[in-house]
């Protein structure tokens, strides 16, 4: 059965420095634990860092470039290029530009709970 999602589904959730908005749940996708979501990150602010113990994060860039950081690693990003963070990997994002940031993030074994900020 054909899915379509207009692109005014979904509200958007405002967060420090970025929001983000659902554009398909578990059920529009019929897999458990799945999420596919677009995030936005203000310039000049990031996201800050945090890790997920089970949940594997697919970083799609559409707009701008920032840096993701993985671990110790810094990633320039820019559209078109993807990235897949695994769990427990400490990440965060970057975005030094005076454009806004905007990805899409392909979520899997997503539990409610599973977001840890570093201090």
């Known amino acids: 059965m054909?899915?379509?999602?207009?692109?005014?589904?979904?509200?958007?959730t405002q967060c420090e420095?970025?929001?983000?908005k659902i554009i398909l749940d578990e059920n529009d996708l019929n897999c458990k634990g799945t999420l596919f979501q677009i995030i936005k990150?203000?310039?000049?602010?990031?996201i800050k860092p945090h890790f997920h113990k089970?949940?594997?994060?697919?970083?799609?860039?559409?707009?701008?470039?920032a840096i993701i950081f993985i671990e110790r690693k810094n990633y320039r990003?820019?559209?078109g290029d993807t990235l897949v963070c695994h769990p427990n990997e400490i990440h965060g994002a970057k975005n030094s530009s005076?454009?806004?940031f905007e990805y899409i993030v392909?979520?899997?074994n997503v539990e409610k709970g599973d977001n840890f900020w570093k201090k």
């Open 106 to 108: 392909f979520k899997t």
């Open 41 to 46: 990150i203000n310039p000049r602010t990031e």
């Open 77 to 79: 990003l820019k559209p």
């Open 2 to 12: 054909v899915k379509y999602s207009k692109s005014n589904k979904g509200k958007w």
């Open 17 to 20: 420095g970025y929001k983000k």
């Open 98 to 100: 005076n454009e806004e």
């Open 54 to 65: 089970k949940m594997t994060e697919v970083f799609f860039i559409l707009k701008g470039n």
